[in-house]
């Protein structure tokens, strides 16, 4: 295992001044998918591939690749490393941004010390992963892995009535390859953990081996609006009473269960909403999640069946809109392996672990064997100004990244 290492200084400026694009007048970063501040990100990011050497290449969907190949591994198929630049709304510097300078910096380092791949390396930064203007996230890496038509995707109308298809031309990134036209060898994506067990665990490295399934579902409860004061609690038909017994089942059946698996009611509203009036309808959101698919199929029908019971108790009516579904994803155990004998070789404390959210890496897992690495996120907060990650920590991540590179790109 080689123990060059990165340059941190240029990753670490990089991190800083691609963080710096996409601020407004109270200094809040913002960069959605297609938007003008998101041209200035990848315009920024263009030049840095150029100005290393890299062969660009944007695909239709607008994903951006800057390729490293030489004539004697042009016909080899490429390892690819990155993630994406886009972020959510009041956003932090590092979410998606990081595994993509990274990645870049991994390529200029071995370019530096006159590594000779066998195969080719390629920076990918995958458009719209954040989903915060165009449902769903993920959509660029989706596209490429070959879930979604690129019609489709182009077609994808935004929460301001744009369409994806139309902004990507406006901000000159609608490309001309067509997606998945790189095949990867493989994808490793690095990544800020945006949870709390790496800090909680002193640990700085997450050798994520699997990725969280996702059920995503619209509940409403129908009841019977009636005066707060005057009607009896037993003879009530209470929407809200209803939706409230819907979280507490969940919460309690999980911690029964003794399962990883989580349960949100992330959004929910009444009618007519009102302080004096019992609720005749509540609609709310619940996001499941865990990492087994048989568990996450029998915690989505545990949920079931206690809608079509808690009809008869509270004298509702429940019906229920499928909003998103997404399988768990286990990354390939040998890249795995990789991380975690890098992180030793390092002296770094490593761990296995979970992903909870979703990443591009998913996508990429579907068309070729993929990881990720995680590095602490102070507090566990992410999508904030706020997050943070030691620059320690994300220079040992990136050095990681590094001597995975090196094994799996090979040396001749």
Same mark, same amino acid.
């Given at each position: 295992?080689?123990?060059?290492?990165?340059?941190?200084?240029?990753?670490?400026?990089?991190?800083r001044?691609?963080?710096?694009?996409?601020?407004?007048?109270?200094?809040?970063?913002?960069?959605l998918?297609?938007?003008?501040?998101?041209?200035?990100?990848?315009?920024?990011?263009?030049?840095?591939?150029r100005?290393?050497?890299?062969?660009?290449?944007?695909?239709?969907?607008?994903?951006?690749?800057?390729?490293?190949?030489?004539?004697?591994?042009?016909?080899?198929?490429?390892?690819?490393?990155?993630?994406?630049?886009?972020?959510?709304?009041?956003?932090?510097?590092?979410?998606?941004?990081?595994?993509?300078?990274?990645?870049?910096?991994?390529?200029?380092?071995?370019?530096?010390?006159?590594?000779?791949?066998v !195969?080719?390396?390629?920076?990918?930064?995958?458009?719209?992963?954040?989903?915060?203007?165009?449902?769903?996230?993920?959509?660029?890496?989706?596209?490429?892995?070959?879930?979604l038509?690129?019609?489709a995707? +182009?077609?994808?109308?935004?929460?301001?009535?744009?369409?994806?298809?139309?902004?990507?031309?406006?901000?000159?990134?609608?490309?001309?390859?067509?997606?998945?036209?790189?095949?990867?060898?493989?994808?490793?994506?690095?990544?800020?953990?945006?949870?709390?067990?790496?800090?909680?665990?002193?640990?700085?490295?997450?050798?994520?081996?699997?990725?969280?399934?996702?059920?995503?579902?619209?509940?409403?409860?129908?009841?019977?609006?009636?005066?707060?004061?005057?009607t009896?609690?037993?003879?009530?038909?209470?929407?809200?009473?209803?939706?409230?017994?819907?979280?507490?089942?969940?919460?309690?059946?999980?911690?029964?269960?003794?399962?990883?698996?989580?349960?949100?009611?992330?959004?929910?509203?009444?009618?007519?909403?009102?302080i004096?009036?019992?609720?005749?309808?509540?609609?709310?959101?619940?996001?499941?999640?865990?990492?087994?698919?048989?568990?996450?199929?029998? +915690?989505?029908?545990?949920?079931s069946?206690?809608?079509?019971?808690?009809?008869?108790?509270?004298?509702?009516?429940?019906?229920?809109?499928?909003? &998103? !579904?997404?399988?768990?994803?286990?990354?390939?155990?040998?890249?795995?392996?990789?991380?975690?004998?890098?992180?030793?070789?390092r002296?770094?404390?490593?761990?296995?672990?979970?992903?909870?959210?979703?990443?591009?890496?998913?996508?990429?897992?579907?068309?070729?064997?993929?990881?990720?690495?995680?590095?602490?996120? !102070?507090?566990?907060?992410?999508?904030?100004? !706020?997050?943070?990650?030691?620059?320690?920590d994300?220079?040992?991540? &990136?050095?990681?990244?590094?001597?995975?590179?090196?094994?799996?790109?090979?040396?001749?």
């Open positions: 295992m080689s123990h060059q290492s990165i340059n941190a200084e240029r990753l670490l400026t990089r991190i001044e691609l963080g710096a694009i996409g601020r407004n007048d109270q200094g809040q970063l913002t960069r998918a297609a938007s003008d501040t998101d041209k200035l990100g990848r315009d920024r990011l263009v030049a840095w591939l100005a290393a050497g890299l062969e660009i290449a944007v695909d239709r969907i607008g994903n951006i690749f800057g390729v490293w190949q030489s004539q004697d591994n042009a016909g080899q198929s490429p390892l690819m490393l990155g993630s994406h630049i886009d972020t959510v709304i009041n956003a932090g510097i590092y979410d998606g941004s990081y595994g993509v300078l990274a990645a870049l910096e991994v390529i200029e380092t071995l370019k530096e010390q006159g590594f000779a791949p !195969r080719p390396i390629v920076v990918a930064a995958f458009t719209n992963e954040e989903g915060v203007r165009y449902a769903p996230d993920m959509l660029g890496s989706l596209v490429h892995g070959g879930g038509a690129v019609e995707a +182009l077609a994808t109308v935004g929460t301001d009535g744009t369409t994806l298809g139309s902004e990507l031309a406006c901000i000159g990134y609608a490309g001309t390859a067509e997606p998945g036209f790189l095949k990867p060898h493989a994808y490793v994506e690095l990544h800020i953990e945006q949870g709390p067990v790496l800090e909680r665990e002193a640990t700085t490295i997450g050798a994520v081996e699997n990725l969280q399934g996702i059920s995503w579902q619209r509940v409403t409860i129908d009841g019977v609006a009636n005066h707060a004061g005057t009896p609690m037993a003879m009530r038909s209470d929407a809200g009473l209803a939706a409230a017994r819907v979280g507490l089942f969940l919460r309690e059946h999980i911690a029964r269960s003794n399962a990883p698996s989580v349960a949100t009611i992330g959004t929910m509203r009444f009618e007519p909403d009102a004096n009036v019992i609720p005749s309808r509540a609609v709310f959101t619940i996001d499941l999640r865990d990492p087994d698919e048989d568990r996450l199929r029998a +915690l989505e029908s545990a949920l069946g206690f809608l079509d019971r808690l009809e008869q108790e509270e004298h509702v009516i429940v019906s229920v809109e499928r909003l &998103a !579904r997404f399988e768990p994803v286990s990354f390939d155990g040998a890249i795995v392996a990789a991380i975690e004998v890098s992180a030793k070789a002296g770094l404390k490593s761990r296995r672990m979970t992903s909870g959210a979703g990443h591009d890496a998913q996508m990429i897992g579907r068309i070729a064997p993929a990881a990720m690495i995680f590095v602490p996120s !102070r507090d566990g907060i992410s999508h904030n100004p !706020r997050e943070h990650t030691d620059p320690a994300l220079v040992a991540g &990136a050095n990681v990244l590094l001597d995975v590179a090196v094994r799996l790109a090979g040396s001749p």
